[in-house]
């Protein structure tokens, strides 16, 4: 069995590379310059650290023409985690403007869009459409459905425009790179935690953001096939996506209306939220000992059925923000896999700019994650990963 104590440490190969580089920013010997001396470390070099290939946290060596416009279309354009990338697509904007000496109508302009509404997958394709028309030098894209944008990729490819993707991808045969955390590592990172929290033995709950992007497929089936090849004493009976609200809503209203009394008001399955759905579910496998949530969205409505039903059992989630943070400091979450949104940022930008240019990428880039605990969120090389 591995000891409570190592797995705690255990963090995504980039991200060993970007903390080790952290300590050793501390043991650097003073500098002689009096200039360098005023130098101030970019607060947010930690997250460009954990970028792996290291080529993709800086601009060297890319020569975009002057007012190139490069299209990077997020999930979403509201919530913490796609703000975050978007710093990092824009500081990508500036480190090129900056390094290529590029001013006023020259800038290159980078600029991010998403849905405005949740992760609607009509919205990103009225979105990808509008943002081929201003016929991009390049475009990354986080895909919300990995089947549903193949014509509009299509159509990029004919055009020469160049796709990159980031967070979640696709099939697609013609993407020339993907810059995200290892989403089967984050998988069986989840499996690892929360099988430590309940002592390798019950049935966990699986709560997972949606049943069409890649992030989500890949997050659940590596938490389900390490679970069932490592954990002999454990089960996972409630697998729950959360795309599939509104057959559950249906099922849930049908079922009470079968049992409703005489005179009672019919449940419409319109008036049935997420949370309850979640509750319903929960209270539906009341031996469930703990829970794994895959993003911000599912780990945000699980917390808020648990809340209704008052119950507190080990929850293990993906994504930070400060919601997160503020349920991990309260002990209603025991442990965040928090990714790395502005490094993703960064890198889409970085392999959208060598794309357009011909230049080449790897075929992925690992944006990395870290492990965080009430315990050691408050340490330098982890607080500086966070958002």
Not at 122 to 150: F, K, M, T, W
Not at 252 to 260: G, L, M, P, V
Not at 368 to 378: A, C, L, Q
């Amino acid at each position: 069995m591995i000891m409570r104590k190592k797995i705690q440490i255990l963090l995504s190969t980039a991200c060993i590379a970007a903390l080790l580089g952290g300590c050793a920013l501390t043991e650097e010997p003073a500098k002689d310059s009096s200039s360098n001396q005023n130098v101030k470390e970019d607060p947010r070099q930690g997250n460009l650290d954990a970028l792996n290939p290291t080529a993709y946290s800086d601009v060297s060596g890319i020569a975009l023409e002057p007012g190139s416009y490069i299209s990077i279309i997020g999930k979403n354009s509201e919530s913490e985690f796609w703000k975050e990338v978007e710093e990092g697509a824009k500081k990508a904007g500036e480190d090129l403007n900056k390094k290529l000496g590029y001013k006023g109508e020259d800038k290159i302009k980078v600029n991010f869009s998403g849905p405005s509404k949740g992760e609607n997958v009509e919205d990103q394709i009225n979105i990808l459409d509008e943002e081929l028309a201003r016929n991009p030098v390049a475009l990354g894209i986080a895909i919300i459905d990995s089947s549903a944008c193949e014509v509009q990729f299509d159509l990029a490819a004919e055009n020469g425009i160049p796709i990159v993707a980031f967070d979640s991808g696709s099939d697609y045969k013609d993407i020339q790179a993907m810059s995200s955390a290892n989403n089967q590592e984050i998988g069986k990172t989840a499996a690892l935690q929360l099988a430590s929290l309940i002592g390798e033995k019950g049935k966990v709950a699986v709560f997972v953001h949606d049943s069409a992007s890649t992030s989500a497929k890949l997050r659940e089936e590596a938490f389900l096939n390490e679970i069932a090849a490592k954990y002999p004493e454990m089960s996972t009976p409630l697998v729950y996506h959360l795309d599939d609200y509104e057959e559950m809503a249906k099922s849930i209203a049908k079922e009470k209306n079968a049992a409703k009394k005489e005179g009672e008001k019919d449940v419409l399955a319109e008036d049935i939220t997420q949370t309850e759905v979640i509750q319903y579910l929960l209270e539906k496998n009341p031996d469930v000992k703990g829970c794994y949530a895959t993003n911000v969205n599912a780990s945000q409505e699980l917390l808020k059925a648990l809340d209704k039903m008052d119950q507190d059992i080990p929850i293990v989630a993906v994504d930070g923000g400060k919601e997160q943070m503020k349920a991990l400091e309260e002990g209603k979450v025991d442990g965040l896999i928090v990714q790395n949104p502005y490094g993703m940022g960064y890198a889409a930008v970085v392999s959208a700019a060598r794309a357009a240019l011909g230049m080449g990428n790897e075929a992925f880039i690992d944006t990395g994650f870290i492990w965080v605990t009430k315990d050691n969120m408050k340490d330098k090389n982890i607080a500086r990963m966070l958002y």
